[in-house]
C-alpha cells in the first residue's frame, strides 16, 4: 500500500514569517511530486511540482525534495492570510499511475 | 481556456438511492480521473480513465460504484445504492495524456447520503 504521510496540523504562523509544510512517502519507485492547495470547499490547486533532487523555487514557494530520505517539503516564504489552506502532498511513479494524495495540512497564517 | 466543469455541485439523497455525477473535462485531455475526498482526508482515486478505456479501478466499489466514459470525453460516476459512508466530495481531474504529471481539478460535487 503506498502511503504519503503528512501532518495534519493545523500548522500556525505569523504574517510575514515562513511556513514549513512537510511530507514523507512510502514508494521508493515515486518519481514526481506535487503540491496543491486547497481552500475550504473548493477543489485542489496545483501550486509546485518538482522531479529531482534538491530545491524547487517560484515565487514565495520553495519545494524541496530529498528521494534518498523520501522526503518532500514546502517553503512559503512571507506568508499571507490569503495563504491559509490545506497543503495537500501528492506523489507519482512514472507512467500510467495515478497520483496519490496525503490527508493535507492545514495551514493558518496569524495576521 | 474552460476548466473541468463538473454537475450538480451539490446533492442530498437518502439512503438506498442512486445518484449520478457528470463531468466535462479540459477539451484534448485523454486522461480522467474521479477522486472521492471525505472531509478531513486527502483525494482517493476511484477510477482512471484514458480515452474511453479503464487504466485503473481498483479502489472502486465497484457493488456499488459504476463510471463510463463512452466516447473518450464526457465521464459519468454512477452510485447504487448509496452508503451513509459514500457522503463526500466528488472530484474529477483531467491531464493531457496518461504520461502528464499535471491534474487539474473540476470544483467538485459534494454529497451528503441522509
Known amino acids: 500500500q503506498k502511503e504519503v504521510e503528512q501532518n495534519s496540523g493545523p500548522l500556525s504562523v505569523p504574517e510575514g514569517a515562513i511556513a514549513s509544510l512537510n511530507c514523507t512517502y512510502s514508494?521508493?519507485?515515486?518519481?514526481?511530486f506535487f503540491w496543491y492547495r486547497q481552500y475550504s470547499g473548493k477543489s485542489p490547486e496545483l501550486i509546485m511540482s518538482?522531479?529531482?533532487?534538491g530545491d524547487k523555487e517560484d515565487g514565495r514557494f520553495t519545494a524541496q525534495l530529498n528521494k534518498a530520505s523520501q522526503y518532500v517539503s514546502l517553503l512559503i516564504r512571507d506568508s499571507q492570510p490569503s495563504d491559509s489552506a490545506t497543503y495537500l502532498c501528492a506523489v507519482r511513479e512514472e507512467g500510467n499511475t495515478p497520483l496519490v494524495f496525503g490527508k493535507g495540512t492545514r495551514l493558518s497564517v496569524i495576521a | 481556456e474552460a476548466g473541468v466543469a463538473q454537475s450538480p455541485r451539490y446533492k442530498i439523497i437518502e439512503k438506498r438511492q442512486s445518484v449520478a455525477f457528470w463531468c466535462n473535462p479540459i477539451?484534448?485531455?485523454?486522461?480522467l480521473y474521479w477522486y472521492q475526498q471525505i472531509l478531513g482526508q486527502g483525494p482517493k482515486l476511484l477510477i482512471q480513465?484514458?480515452?474511453?478505456?479503464?487504466?485503473?479501478d481498483s479502489q472502486l466499489p465497484k457493488d456499488r460504484f459504476s463510471a463510463e466514459r463512452l466516447k473518450g470525453v464526457d465521464s459519468t460516476l454512477k452510485i447504487q445504492p448509496a452508503k451513509l459512508e459514500d457522503s463526500a466530495v466528488y472530484l474529477c481531474a483531467s491531464s493531457l495524456s496518461i504520461r502528464d504529471t499535471e491534474a487539474f481539478f473540476g470544483q467538485g460535487t459534494r454529497l451528503t447520503v441522509v
Open positions: 480513465f484514458q480515452n474511453n478505456g479503464v487504466v485503473d
Open positions: 514508494d521508493r519507485g515515486s518519481q514526481s
Open positions: 477539451s484534448g485531455h485523454a486522461t
Open positions: 518538482i522531479y529531482s533532487n
